[in-house]
């Protein structure tokens, strides 16, 4: 079989022929290495790309979400009039709560700045100061009555747009017309400023006012605790539940074609948009069952549907790595299949399950688009208190600010955002903690 | 007496059968464990069963039903003149009544005296409804704990019949996932199939133009809408496509530095980071595109007298790209590192470098795998909503231009569904129609991936 | 990774250019770690040319790791460190001027396991000579593959079907596709790491008749846990035992009156 080469001078040989090969080798070195030099920098820049990608956006977001953390303030002299608040010194609680403390929050602005008369200056100078100024002057007198008939400080919140006058977000060397503050209004600041009555402090409102059309006022406890009681609904439901189907399928089910049918079905539900689970959380939940819209409830039941293919995976997987050693001792000693499952095989895999359901739970605390589609979108000015109360969550709440307008939301969207990556990174971090724990190599 | 509550009581009924059953199995068997079948705990779990899972049930069924059960009481109890309106109408009527009874204010400006009425009249169904629940729950939990107890004795196998119980519930769970989806097919197919009573099918699929504003009155023009999904469907494959071409190459090149060459110090590193691109949530990542991309965009393209839209389909598209660069390059280096060891030194043992091994031995030999993560990978660009919804368009332009805004799928269904919409225009239909199309089209992506996949998987296993 | 030191040429073997029967490569006080794990301790060995130089000795005893520092493919491995002189037709090489893609054009490989690539049969044996760039046209590969296939055996049987899967072979022809692969590079030295464990013994003895033909053109390396094996085709053969090179002789005085009572031991199956 080993007849001669065709061609007796062909490159395939001994001696001469591995002598030519090996100097076409050679020659060819340089063009391959080059090559090989190119290949690899075309995965390092790959990578290169995506982490300045990651670092783009995270500071970004950072140095966007800054200056949300600090509000401008004024400190206001207010004079409590008896006669304004309660002419007929009853100090009834109803009274208090409905007397005009808009026009003694209005005085006390003019009294600022004596010299400011015509009607269009006064509302200019009035809109300097937020809204929330006037529900501050009201809780203050609500919180001790005896206040009233007083001349009392009281440091109220600035308006978003002079609160950006003061971050510098907005220029005072813009054209008047192209910024939304008047040159007055800057003159009028400067002076306060001057007087010492300006003051920036940490923002409080930010982490214990709900949302607000006023973005000074805007805060995130409302969306915040939306997105808890979403996530205690989606932990109750899918927990249980994909634990139940994990050990079903990974230690119970017999193989045939409907168990197969079941972990094709759980494969295929993992890569289903999650928009088309707020279809169904629409369809079947708000209009079917005509369960509340914008509840908690009902968006935990959606993302606990969407999480439970995460978590089965995951639950099934840290089953598997059990050993079968383990069943087989319990077994040996006469212990029934559930005993084995329930004293020796979950308690070896509850960490593996666990973190997979921190994962899964991120990913649901993270979602939008659904909660989108079950109304959890309104605009709530209230903080929920239970999976009943209307309420929206942290990412839509994200999405709002995001659509609105004013300038000062931008800076709010970037630390909410902050806020909601803050909480994803510590349950990352305990998911990651938790796997190095508890691993074990058998 | 809210649901809670309920369930409070329920789980507390639920301890006490519990001791019952441990203390009368052990006094039935004489205070000798040894005389039972069963330790005496499950005599404790057998009770426990029988008291839980009827007013389990009970409080479910109860809370899925009521508002539609009320509802309808509601309705027969008003009268007719109330009730001889338009579905749209009704349903603002009661919740008028509903909101009335809470003591909400209502959208009319006057009450009535047959509102007030209708709400006092609701106002009392609810009450009899949780006081009749409450009365049925206590009446099931404790019957169901009667009844077990009767039935304990040494000899009752409460083991088996505990562990046949537990079974059968996980049996119902695991049949969870196959209900989802099968409700999502079934509700999507049957809103689907009222649209299309409104609108032709396939002027629905090969429509070329789509403007679902439908006008508050007949006589206006475009009164019925014009419902053609082609531009959606231009619009999503554009961007997907925009997405795919970043995605691809730099996930697969990431997978392979990291997989063939990276160090393990710095793959320790940049794996990790790479996990976070894909732990970030949508809608930041929506921000970030209509707040730093778009306009980098749209000046760059100032600076070559290019009109580049602030809603480009390649800012979102790019944007999209950046977020599932992770699951190509996790999905891929997965692929790659089954390749067996063999090949590579097969192809190093004949004088070949690192690149030209895994240009032509690893990535031939991984071919399947890569093309199922790039099919994954595809089928999350198209059914991603928040990016697009906050970074791209709104009108449905068809056009092949990435520097122009297109609009897509799943953007259309947000905005066709959120704000106040009746139930049953063809605007809120279309959605589902819409969600259909989405539907099918990633499932059918999806299994083809994941047999590829597996079929790769085995191959090598 | 791999260290290389100086070739030390002191020792009674000299190092000469290589002949017809010249010596081809010889290693001088080769140590192999792996981490911490030392694998091979101070192997000296030279293996002449155009010769079948069998390496046996029981399972763990060092010889593949040896066969795998003759053409570097332990350099793939991290942890793995390779101390001491091994020179080819004099070079070092483990000398930094070398460079291992040539080094392992020259010395070619063929593994226990057979492991085509998952291309055409063609494709198989075309892909040395096209990464190398070793011809400039289409006739000319062809010509490689046809001569190639020839010397491996194989033509005759897979000539009607070149462009079909080399993973659709059975496991003899898979490894015969291996061996005309590495034969298609045109190398000096092959290397044969045990090229017949996972055959059968028709497809055994079909590779072993070939290596005994593929002698006149190349210098053949092998290394094989069958006693039987070497002794058929093998002229010289090495004893490994723990990491140590215990014994190298011809093969026929090797099986016939060892020196040494561990390979008399190992061939007699008293151990291995």
Same mark, same amino acid.
């Given at each position: 079989m080993?007849?001669?080469?065709?061609?007796?001078?062909?490159?395939?040989?001994?001696g001469l022929?591995a002598?030519?090969?090996?100097?076409?080798?050679?020659?060819?070195?340089?063009?391959?290495y080059a090559?090989?030099?190119?290949?690899?920098?075309y995965g390092?820049?790959a990578?290169a790309f995506?982490?300045?990608?990651?670092g &783009?956006l995270?500071?970004?977001?950072?140095s966007k979400a800054?200056?949300?953390f600090?509000?401008t303030m004024i400190?206001?002299?207010?004079?409590l009039?008896?006669?304004?608040?309660?002419?007929q010194g009853t100090?009834?609680r109803?009274?208090?709560?409905?007397?005009n403390?808009r026009?003694?929050v209005?005085r006390?602005?003019?009294d600022?700045?004596?010299?400011?008369?015509?009607r269009?200056d006064?509302?200019?100078?009035?809109?300097?100061?937020s809204?929330g100024?006037v529900f501050?002057?009201?809780d203050?007198?609500?919180?001790?009555?005896m206040?009233?008939?007083e001349?009392?400080t009281v440091?109220?919140?600035?308006?978003d747009d002079?609160?950006?006058?003061n971050?510098?977000a907005?220029r005072?060397d813009?054209?008047?017309a192209?910024?939304r503050?008047?040159?007055?209004?800057?003159?009028?600041?400067?002076?306060?400023?001057?007087?010492?009555?300006?003051?920036?402090?940490?923002?409080?409102?930010?982490?214990t006012?709900?949302?607000?059309?006023?973005p000074? &006022?805007?805060?995130?406890?409302?969306?915040?605790?939306?997105?808890?009681?979403t996530m205690l609904v989606?932990?109750?439901?899918?927990?249980?539940?994909a634990?139940?189907?994990a050990?079903y399928l990974?230690e119970?089910?017999p193989v045939?074609?409907?168990?197969?049918?079941?972990?094709?079905?759980?494969?295929n539900?993992?890569?289903?948009p999650?928009?088309?689970?707020?279809?169904?959380g629409l369809?079947?939940?708000?209009?079917?069952?005509?369960?509340?819209r914008?509840?908690?409830?009902?968006g935990?039941?959606?993302l606990?549907?969407m999480t439970?293919?995460?978590?089965i995976?995951?639950?099934?997987?840290?089953?598997?790595?059990v050993?079968?050693?383990?069943?087989?001792a319990?077994?040996?000693l006469?212990?029934s299949?559930l005993?084995?499952i329930?004293h020796h095989v979950l308690?070896?895999?509850?960490?593996g399950i666990?973190?997979?359901t921190i994962?899964?739970?991120?990913q649901?605390?993270?979602e939008t688009?659904?909660l989108?589609?079950?109304?959890?979108v309104a605009f709530?000015?209230?903080?929920?208190?239970?999976?009943l109360?209307?309420?929206?969550?942290?990412?839509?709440?994200i999405?709002?600010?995001?659509?609105?307008?004013?300038?000062?939301?931008?800076?709010?969207t970037?630390?909410?955002?902050?806020?909601?990556l803050?909480f994803?990174i510590?349950m990352?971090?305990?998911?990651?903690?938790?796997?190095?724990?508890?691993?074990?190599k058998w | 007496m809210?649901f809670?509550v309920?369930?409070?009581?329920?789980?507390?009924?639920t301890?006490?059968g519990?001791?019952?059953?441990?203390s009368?199995?052990?006094?039935?068997?004489?205070?000798?464990?040894?005389?039972l079948?069963s330790?005496?705990?499950?005599y404790?779990?057998?009770i426990?069963l029988?008291?839980?899972?009827?007013g389990?049930?009970?409080?479910?069924?109860?809370?899925a039903?009521?508002?539609t059960?009320l509802?309808?009481?509601?309705?027969?109890?008003?009268?007719k003149?109330?009730?001889?309106?338009?579905g749209a109408e /009704?349903?603002?009527l009661l919740?008028?009544?509903?909101?009335?009874?809470?003591g909400d204010?209502?959208?009319?400006?006057?009450?009535d005296a047959? /509102?007030?009425?209708?709400?006092?009249f609701?106002g009392q169904?609810?009450?009899?409804?949780?006081?009749?629940?409450a009365?049925l %729950?206590?009446?099931l939990?404790?019957?169901g704990?009667?009844?077990a107890?009767?039935?304990?004795?040494?000899?009752?196998?409460a083991?088996?019949?505990?562990e046949?119980a537990?079974?059968?519930i996980m049996?119902?769970?695991?049949?969870?996932a196959?209900?989802?989806t099968l409700?999502i097919?079934?509700s999507?197919l049957?809103?689907?199939l009222?649209?299309f009573e409104?609108v032709?099918?396939l002027?629905?699929?090969f429509?070329l133009?789509?403007?679902?504003?439908?006008a508050?009155r007949k006589?206006?023009?475009?009164?019925?809408?014009?419902f053609?999904a082609i531009? %959606?469907l231009?619009?999503?494959l554009?961007?997907?496509f925009?997405?795919?071409c970043?995605?691809a190459?730099?996930?697969?090149?990431?997978?392979i530095y990291?997989?063939?060459y990276?160090?393990?110090?710095?793959r320790g590193?940049v794996k990790?980071?790479?996990?976070?691109l894909?732990?970030?949530?949508t809608?930041?990542?929506g921000?970030?595109?209509?707040?730093?991309?778009a306009p980098?965009?749209r000046d760059w393209?100032?600076?070559?007298?290019?009109?580049i839209?602030?809603?480009?389909?390649?800012a979102?598209g790019?944007v999209?790209g950046?977020?599932?660069?992770?699951?190509?390059?996790?999905?891929?280096?997965?692929?790659?590192?089954?390749?067996?060891?063999?090949?590579r030194?097969?192809?190093?043992g004949?004088?070949a470098?690192?690149?030209?091994t895994?240009?032509?031995?690893?990535?031939?030999?991984?071919l399947p795998g890569?093309?199922?993560?790039?099919?994954?990978a595809?089928s999350?660009?198209?059914?991603?909503?928040?990016?697009?919804?906050?970074?791209?368009?709104l009108?449905?332009?068809?056009?092949?231009?990435p520097?122009e805004?297109?609009?897509?799928?799943t953007v259309?269904?947000v905005?066709?569904?959120?704000?106040?919409?009746?139930?049953?225009?063809?605007k809120?239909?279309?959605?589902?129609?819409l969600?259909?199309?989405l539907?099918?089209?990633?499932?059918?992506?999806n299994?083809?991936?994941l047999t590829?996949?597996?079929?790769?998987?085995?191959?090598?296993? | 990774?791999?260290?290389?030191?100086?070739?030390e040429?002191?020792?009674?073997?000299?190092?000469?250019?290589?002949d017809?029967?010249?010596i081809?490569i010889?290693a001088?006080?080769?140590?192999?770690f792996?981490?911490?794990?030392?694998a091979?301790?101070d192997?000296?060995?030279d293996i002449?040319?155009?010769?079948?130089t069998?390496?046996?000795?029981?399972?763990?005893?060092?010889?593949s790791t040896f066969?795998r520092?003759?053409?570097r493919?332990?350099?793939?491995?991290d942890?793995?460190r390779v101390?001491?002189g091994?020179?080819?037709?004099?070079e070092d090489?483990?000398?930094n001027?070398?460079?291992v893609v040539?080094?392992r054009?020259?010395?070619g490989?063929?593994?226990?396991k057979?492991?085509?690539?998952?291309?055409s049969?063609?494709?198989?044996?075309?892909y040395g000579p096209?990464?190398h760039g070793?011809?400039?046209?289409?006739t000319?590969?062809?010509?490689?593959?046809?001569?190639?296939?020839?010397?491996?055996g194989?033509?005759?049987?897979?000539?009607?079907?070149?462009?079909?899967?080399?993973?659709g072979l059975?496991?003899g022809?898979?490894?015969r596709?291996?061996?005309?692969?590495?034969?298609?590079?045109s190398?000096?030295?092959?290397?044969?790491?045990?090229?017949?464990?996972?055959?059968?013994?028709?497809?055994?003895?079909?590779?072993e008749?070939l290596?005994?033909?593929l002698?006149d053109?190349?210098?053949?390396?092998?290394?094989?846990?069958s006693?039987?094996?070497?002794a058929?085709?093998s002229q010289?053969?090495?004893?490994?035992?723990?990491?140590?090179?215990?014994?190298v002789?011809d093969?026929e005085?090797m099986?016939t009156?060892?020196?040494?009572?561990r390979?008399?031991?190992?061939?007699?199956?008293?151990?291995?």
């Amino acid at each position: 079989m080993t007849d001669a080469a065709p061609n007796p001078n062909g490159a395939v040989g001994g001696g001469l022929a591995a002598r030519n090969a090996a100097e076409a080798v050679r020659r060819s070195l340089k063009r391959r290495y080059a090559a090989e030099r190119r290949f690899r920098m075309y995965g390092i820049l790959a990578v290169a790309f995506a982490v300045c990608m990651l670092g &783009l956006l995270f500071t970004t977001i950072v140095s966007k979400a800054v200056p949300a953390f600090t509000q401008t303030m004024i400190n206001l002299e207010v004079t409590l009039h008896a006669q304004d608040i309660d002419p007929q010194g009853t100090r009834d609680r109803e009274t208090l709560a409905t007397a005009n403390y808009r026009s003694i929050v209005r005085r006390a602005v003019f009294d600022l700045f004596p010299d400011v008369t015509s009607r269009r200056d006064k509302r200019a100078l009035f809109d300097m100061i937020s809204p929330g100024a006037v529900f501050a002057v009201r809780d203050l007198v609500l919180a001790n009555p005896m206040l009233i008939g007083e001349r009392v400080t009281v440091r109220v919140p600035m308006s978003d747009d002079i609160d950006q006058l003061n971050k510098g977000a907005i220029r005072k060397d813009v054209p008047e017309a192209e910024r939304r503050v008047k040159d007055k209004q800057i003159a009028w600041f400067e002076r306060l400023e001057n007087r010492g009555a300006i003051e920036t402090v940490f923002n409080s409102t930010f982490f214990t006012a709900g949302d607000s059309r006023e973005p000074e &006022l805007a805060g995130i406890r409302g969306a915040a605790m939306g997105s808890f009681f979403t996530m205690l609904v989606t932990l109750l439901v899918s927990f249980p539940l994909a634990v139940a189907a994990a050990i079903y399928l990974e230690e119970f089910a017999p193989v045939n074609k409907w168990t197969q049918t079941i972990e094709v079905n759980i494969n295929n539900l993992a890569a289903v948009p999650s928009i088309v689970f707020g279809l169904l959380g629409l369809a079947v939940f708000i209009n079917f069952l005509g369960m509340p819209r914008s509840a908690p409830v009902v968006g935990g039941l959606v993302l606990a549907l969407m999480t439970l293919p995460t978590i089965i995976i995951a639950a099934r997987s840290a089953l598997k790595s059990v050993p079968p050693s383990i069943r087989e001792a319990a077994y040996g000693l006469g212990a029934s299949p559930l005993q084995v499952i329930a004293h020796h095989v979950l308690p070896l895999a509850m960490p593996g399950i666990l973190t997979g359901t921190i994962i899964g739970m991120a990913q649901a605390l993270g979602e939008t688009a659904p909660l989108l589609m079950i109304g959890m979108v309104a605009f709530i000015v209230d903080v929920p208190h239970g999976a009943l109360d209307p309420a929206t969550v942290l990412p839509v709440q994200i999405y709002l600010w995001a659509d609105s307008p004013e300038r000062a939301f931008v800076e709010r969207t970037s630390a909410a955002i902050c806020v909601l990556l803050g909480f994803l990174i510590l349950m990352n971090v305990s998911a990651v903690l938790l796997r190095k724990r508890f691993e074990r190599k058998w | 007496m809210s649901f809670p509550v309920l369930f409070g009581v329920l789980a507390v009924l639920t301890l006490f059968g519990f001791f019952l059953g441990r203390s009368r199995a052990m006094a039935t068997a004489g205070g000798q464990i040894r005389n039972l079948h069963s330790l005496p705990n499950y005599y404790g779990y057998y009770i426990g069963l029988w008291c839980a899972v009827p007013g389990f049930l009970l409080l479910i069924g109860w809370m899925a039903l009521e508002t539609t059960v009320l509802d309808g009481m509601l309705v027969a109890h008003l009268p007719k003149r109330m009730t001889d309106v338009p579905g749209a109408e /009704l349903s603002l009527l009661l919740n008028d009544i509903k909101n009335l009874a809470h003591g909400d204010v209502t959208s009319r400006q006057v009450v009535d005296a047959d /509102l007030k009425d209708a709400a006092a009249f609701y106002g009392q169904l609810k009450v009899s409804s949780k006081m009749l629940l409450a009365a049925l %729950l206590v009446v099931l939990a404790c019957g169901g704990i009667l009844i077990a107890r009767g039935r304990i004795a040494p000899e009752l196998r409460a083991r088996n019949s505990v562990e046949r119980a537990a079974m059968a519930i996980m049996i119902i769970c695991s049949t969870i996932a196959v209900l989802t989806t099968l409700g999502i097919i079934l509700s999507l197919l049957f809103e689907s199939l009222r649209f299309f009573e409104k609108v032709h099918p396939l002027d629905f699929v090969f429509g070329l133009e789509w403007s679902p504003q439908t006008a508050l009155r007949k006589d206006q023009v475009g009164a019925t809408g014009l419902f053609g999904a082609i531009p %959606l469907l231009a619009g999503t494959l554009l961007i997907s496509f925009i997405a795919m071409c970043v995605a691809a190459p730099v996930g697969l090149m990431a997978a392979i530095y990291m997989s063939e060459y990276a160090p393990a110090r710095v793959r320790g590193t940049v794996k990790p980071l790479l996990e976070i691109l894909a732990g970030i949530p949508t809608v930041v990542y929506g921000f970030f595109a209509a707040l730093t991309v778009a306009p980098f965009f749209r000046d760059w393209g100032l600076e070559f007298g290019l009109t580049i839209s602030s809603e480009s389909a390649l800012a979102a598209g790019v944007v999209m790209g950046i977020m599932i660069i992770p699951f190509v390059s996790s999905l891929s280096d997965d692929v790659m590192s089954a390749v067996p060891q063999s090949l590579r030194e097969g192809s190093y043992g004949l004088g070949a470098t690192k690149s030209e091994t895994i240009k032509q031995v690893i990535l031939p030999a991984a071919l399947p795998g890569v093309v199922g993560s790039l099919l994954l990978a595809a089928s999350r660009a198209i059914g991603e909503t928040m990016i697009v919804v906050m970074a791209a368009g709104l009108a449905a332009n068809l056009t092949a231009n990435p520097f122009e805004a297109v609009t897509t799928v799943t953007v259309q269904i947000v905005t066709l569904l959120v704000g106040d919409q009746e139930f049953d225009s063809a605007k809120t239909l279309a959605a589902f129609a819409l969600g259909l199309i989405l539907f099918c089209v990633t499932l059918v992506l999806n299994i083809i991936a994941l047999t590829i996949v597996n079929k790769y998987r085995e191959q090598y296993d | 990774m791999n260290q290389s030191i100086p070739q030390e040429t002191s020792g009674d073997a000299p190092v000469t250019q290589s002949d017809a029967a010249g010596i081809k490569i010889a290693a001088r006080g080769v140590n192999v770690f792996y981490g911490e794990k030392q694998a091979l301790f101070d192997v000296d060995l030279d293996i002449n040319a155009n010769e079948v130089t069998s390496l046996i000795g029981p399972s763990g005893c060092g010889k593949s790791t040896f066969l795998r520092s003759l053409n570097r493919m332990n350099d793939i491995i991290d942890i793995c460190r390779v101390e001491g002189g091994i020179t080819l037709d004099g070079e070092d090489i483990y000398d930094n001027r070398i460079d291992v893609v040539h080094l392992r054009a020259r010395v070619g490989m063929v593994f226990q396991k057979p492991n085509p690539f998952p291309k055409s049969i063609y494709d198989n044996v075309a892909y040395g000579p096209r990464i190398h760039g070793l011809t400039n046209s289409k006739t000319e590969l062809d010509e490689i593959v046809h001569t190639a296939l020839q010397k491996a055996g194989l033509w005759n049987e897979v000539k009607d079907r070149l462009d079909q899967p080399g993973t659709g072979l059975s496991g003899g022809q898979q490894q015969r596709l291996c061996i005309a692969r590495a034969v298609a590079v045109s190398p000096e030295v092959i290397l044969m790491d045990e090229p017949c464990s996972a055959l059968d013994p028709i497809a055994t003895a079909k590779i072993e008749e070939l290596i005994d033909e593929l002698r006149d053109n190349f210098t053949i390396v092998i290394v094989t846990h069958s006693m039987q094996q070497a002794a058929r085709v093998s002229q010289r053969t090495a004893f490994f035992h723990l990491g140590y090179l215990v014994e190298v002789d011809d093969t026929e005085k090797m099986f016939t009156n060892p020196s040494d009572e561990r390979t008399q031991g190992y061939i007699t199956g008293r151990f291995g």
